[in-house]
């Protein structure tokens, strides 16, 4: 995620991370790594990254943070991330609209 | 390219689903489906997402979901079949790069024929397809990010908020950080040349890099030994 300041709103970070934070830390599913409780509605990135294993980059010159993913397995389960992207034909589209038919995502590029 | 393949395969519980990795957007992407006019959902991918959730790091790639929502087969090289014109003789008046490039793609590993087979036998049987993985086999081949691949992540992403030298400077360090993505290459490079040429910015293009590693090892090959879930 990249935010022009450290301190984000919790559900932002939330939404762009897969953590749930709660009063005993960053959770997903049964595992949870204890962290300071955060300061009302907002995470301070540069206290959790760094527990969380993630990446915190700062361009002082560019006003910008940016925050990677933690190293580990690409995906824990076989399940596939579910998206919404903007469809050619106006609108947006979900992948999960195509539960109950074989899917083939192809990855292509203009470049 | 897709599309024959798809008209076969529609009517039995089967879509594709395009997605464009393009940061430029619309305006990069929209010609080539202007004037494919797909009939299946043709997405575009601005912030290289795909390449975040699913461990995506070059095009083309396919990835198969089963009808609970299941990966069957992780991301791996697709192609429809073998692009015609790469085996089309070159008139004496193509420019050198250009030789060159096409003379190198003749050697990417493409196996179109094969992946085509693959996914038909796949729409066919389902689960009892050797092609279908079972969840052990897909996460062995997801694998792991390593750390200098979750800050080259964190840097094409900060890359691609920025512009001009600004940007440059993340992206050349995602690159040295995850130097086989190419994805986070060959879009840096177009963004300063299409023809993704050397140039004052990027000393090396694609056609550079695609020789000193070696065309064979561009696309990895198609790990297709029949194994039953």
Redesign the interface.
Known sequence: MVTSAPLVPVAEFERQTGWELKPEGACRGSLCIPLPAPAGDQVDLRSVAGKLGMPLLHDAEAGLWAMGPAPGPVLEGAVAPDFTLPDWRGGDFRLASLRGRKVLILAWAPW | M?RELRDELKDR??????????TRG?K??????DAAQ?EH?????ATH??G?????VN??????????????R??EP?FPGRPAFLDQPLPDTVNPRLRGVLTEARKLNMEGDRYAAA?RD??AQ?ADSPYALG?EE??RR??????E???????F??AQ??EGE?AVV?FKEAHRLQPRNW?YK??A??LVD?T?APNAIYPTGWLEEVRALGAEFYYPPLEFEPEQR
């Open positions: 897709w519980g089967f879509e594709v689903v395009t997605v464009a990795l393009e619309w990069e992407a929209r010609r080539w489906i797909p959902p043709s997405l575009l991918d997402l795909l975040e959730l699913y461990g995506i095009v083309p790639t396919g990835v198969w979901i089963d009808e609970q929502g299941l990966l069957v992780p991301p697709a996914l796949w729409v389902g969840p897909v996460a997801l694998g792991e990010r390593s750390p691949a979750c800050r080259a992540a964190a840097h992403e900060l908020n920025l600004a993340h994805a060959r879009q490079w177009s299409r993704q």
